[in-house]
Each structure stands twice: as structure tokens, then as C-alpha cells.
């Protein structure tokens, strides 16, 4: 079945650290790719995603690219902020299901930013 | 004001209970989903509604129950509550997605429960 792999941290960066959060993934389709935001005490957004191969998401900074040959989406951001720190879930979709194209996340990498 | 919320958003319960978490949108989205969250395994999808007609189960439904009373609100229930049911449950509601297109979902605040 499908599944979603990252690393789950959690993850302390300096101020202006360059960040990488790893996920790959495992699909029998051809799915789109995501990633959520979670800030403390709220719930998921999205913040960025993917729907085919080398499409590159980007959202306030950060930038992940659907890697099919590696089936991969790391998550990349050049100079992290103290209000960059949450945790962030990869997750995937699987568009060739005629059923509901359940989405499924991974386990979340934590991260926190210090000054 | 929020386009999904839910209540309450904390909740303390012991075992033996029966418990209802409600959620309620705004953004007038047909499909509608409960999940909850545990830490290292992420989300998993308790139950889903496609509209106000169809309900289905997730992978994880057994020990809860849904309704849907109406296009906007969606309730969770647990029947007899036990401690393995303490997590932190979200709702999430997403729109019928565009040819090609995969849907994005728009999640609630959460409601972290407890089971003694």
C-alpha cells in the first residue's frame, strides 16, 4: 500500500540555518505530493504541493520538488525563522484511485528554531 | 472567524463515557473527514463523508461513530471511551476537487482528549 517516510526529528536550527526535512514515499499510482504546516496549538495547513513529476511547490520560502526517480519531496528552506518553527507533515494522494484518494501523512518532523 | 471549528477543545472523560466532538465549517465544502493524531504516527482518518448521504469508515473507525446532520457540521462519537482513545482529534473539510486536481484539506483547530 501506499505510504509516506520522513525523518522524525525533532530538529533544532540556528536562526538563518539552512533547513532540509527528508520524506520519500511509496505509491502504486501517480500522487500528488504535499506538504502541511502545524503551528502550536492549531491545526494542519497546507503549505505547499506537487501534482507530477519535477513540479516544484513553493510557499513562503520553502521549496520541495517531486523527485519520481527517488521518490522523494524534501522539504528545503534557505534561512529558517524563529516563526518557522512547528511541525511539518509530508503526505500524499493518490489520484488513480477510483474510490476516495484518502490522503496519507507521514509521522511529522518537529522543528525548532532558536535566536 | 475560523472557517473550521471545532468543540469543545479540550475534553477530560473517564472510561466508560459516551463523548461527542463537534465541527462545524464555513467554507461550504461537501466533503468533510475526522482524524486523529498521535505522536510519531501522524494522522489517521477515522471516518469521511462525501455529502450528507454518505458516510464511510477509515482505517482506524472501530470504537467510534459519526454524523452528519447536515452539509456543515459533522460529530464524532465515542460510545464507551477508553485510555487508548486519548489523542488529539482534528476535523478537516475539502472541496470536490477539479479534474486532474487532488483536493486540498482545510483542518480545525483540534480537540485533545483524555480518557482516565
Known amino acids: 500500500g501506499n505510504s509516506v517516510t520522513q525523518m522524525e526529528g525533532p530538529v533544532t536550527l540556528s536562526e538563518e540555518a539552512f533547513l532540509t526535512i527528508n520524506c520519500t514515499y511509496t505509491a502504486t499510482g501517480y500522487p500528488s505530493l504535499f506538504w502541511y504546516v502545524q503551528y502550536p496549538g492549531e491545526g494542519l495547513q497546507l503549505l505547499l504541493k506537487?501534482?507530477?513529476?519535477?513540479d516544484k511547490g513553493s510557499n513562503k520560502g520553502f521549496e520541495a520538488t517531486y523527485r519520481k526517480e527517488t521518490t522523494s519531496f524534501h522539504l528545503e528552506k534557505g534561512s529558517v525563522q524563529v516563526s518557522d518553527s512547528a511541525v511539518y507533515f509530508c503526505?500524499?494522494?493518490?489520484?488513480?484511485?477510483?474510490?476516495?484518494?484518502?490522503?496519507?501523512f507521514g509521522p511529522g518532523t518537529s522543528l525548532s528554531v532558536i535566536p | 472567524d475560523a472557517d473550521v471549528t471545532q468543540t469543545p477543545r479540550n475534553r477530560i472523560t473517564k472510561t466508560g463515557k459516551r463523548i461527542m466532538l463537534e465541527c462545524s465549517q464555513t467554507k461550504g465544502h461537501d466533503r468533510m473527514y475526522w482524524y486523529r493524531q498521535d505522536p510519531g504516527l501522524g494522522l489517521r482518518l477515522i471516518y469521511y463523508s462525501f455529502d450528507v448521504k454518505d458516510i464511510n469508515k477509515g482505517e482506524i473507525s472501530d470504537g467510534y461513530s459519526v454524523s452528519r446532520q447536515a452539509q456543515a457540521k459533522f460529530s464524532l462519537s465515542l460510545e464507551s471511551a477508553i485510555p487508548n482513545q486519548t489523542a488529539l482529534y482534528f476535523c478537516?473539510?475539502?472541496?470536490?476537487?477539479?479534474?486532474?486536481?487532488?483536493?486540498?484539506?482545510?483542518f480545525g483547530p483540534g480537540t485533545r482528549l483524555t480518557v482516565l
Open positions: 503526505a500524499l494522494s493518490d489520484l488513480l484511485k477510483t474510490s476516495y484518494d484518502k490522503v496519507i
Open positions: 478537516a473539510t475539502s472541496d470536490l476537487p477539479l479534474a486532474g486536481e487532488t483536493d486540498t484539506q482545510y
Open positions: 506537487a501534482t507530477k513529476a519535477d
